[in-house]
């Protein structure tokens, strides 16, 4: 039981920010003055794509979805921390970015684990719930 609802849980925040990485990547394209933060909306592009991509391999159980689940987290672990820096400035604290990446690098983790978990679990014959 446990599994679904982490897979459930998964598949939502993937397609989620999947659907709002892309639609913002799109709009915000060449709004950034900095290539801080142009990095921040190819980062959240990536995530976007990434995300759309890894929650349709998580529906279906594929393995190579773990993959992508990797470049997803490494994405959403790099924006946040990016983000707060480029747009904040130097009144930023390195602190508040550092805390936001990792913040967002423990729940990437647990989408890839559940990406992994729940694909192999399928290819191998195992219980899935």
Do not use: C
């Not at 159980?61 to 470049?71: D, E, K, N, P």
């Not at 390195?94 to 978990?117: F, G, N, P, Q």
């Amino acid at each position: 039981m446990g599994r679904k609802v982490a897979w459930i849980l998964s598949l939502a925040l993937l397609l989620f920010t999947g659907v709002v990485g892309v639609h913002n990547g799109i709009t915000e394209w060449g709004d950034g003055l900095t290539i801080l933060q142009q990095s921040v909306t190819v980062g959240v592009f990536a995530y976007g794509v990434f995300g759309l991509v890894s929650g349709y391999g998580l529906f279906r159980r594929q393995r190579w979805s773990v993959g992508t689940a990797i470049a997803w987290g490494v994405a959403v672990t790099y924006v946040p921390g990016a983000a707060i820096i480029a747009y904040e400035g130097k009144e930023s604290l390195v602190v508040s970015a550092i805390a936001a990446s990792v913040a967002s690098a423990l729940i990437a983790l647990s989408v890839v684990w559940t990406a992994r978990t729940m694909s192999h679990a399928q290819k191998d014959g195992s219980p899935v719930a």
